[in-house]
Nanobody, 113 residues
Framework: QVQLVGSGGGLVQPGGSLRLSCLQS??????MGWYRQGPGKQREMVAT???????SYGDFVKGRFTISRDNAKNTVYLQMNSLKPEDTAVYYC?????????WGQGTQVTVSS
């Protein structure tokens, strides 16, 4: 059983930064990452990181976000810089063990002046 706890969301002004964290309980190191769902929008992939560290990003990220992991802490991080109002969304972390995908509870990110 894998459980994920996301944290680090909040309210930030345009141009600001936030760092999201996703703590995985249970054993195993899996590919992990983040999706987001903005108001009235479909869920979209933000960033993923493989167990070996290979990363991928949604096209809209354009170098503003960085995903990383600390395997000793079973935690994945999403550093978000140069935030825009359109980044406002609920951000969900996920993990991909072999059998199925697990999701965290979601953390709200609001970018507004």
């Amino acid at each position: 059983q894998v459980q994920l706890v996301g944290s680090g969301g909040g309210l930030v002004q345009p141009g600001g930064s936030l760092r999201l964290s996703c703590l995985q309980s249970g054993r195993g190191q899996y590919a992990m990452g983040w999706y987001r769902q903005g108001p009235g929008k479909q869920r979209e992939m933000v960033a993923t990181i493989a167990s070996g560290g290979i990363t991928s990003y949604g096209d809209f990220v354009k170098g503003r976000f960085t995903i990383s992991r600390d395997n000793a802490k079973n935690t994945v991080y999403l550093q978000m810089n140069s935030l825009k109002p359109e980044d406002t969304a609920v951000y969900y972390c996920f993990a991909d063990p072999p059998v199925r995908r697990y999701w965290g509870q979601g953390t709200q990110v609001t970018v507004s002046s």
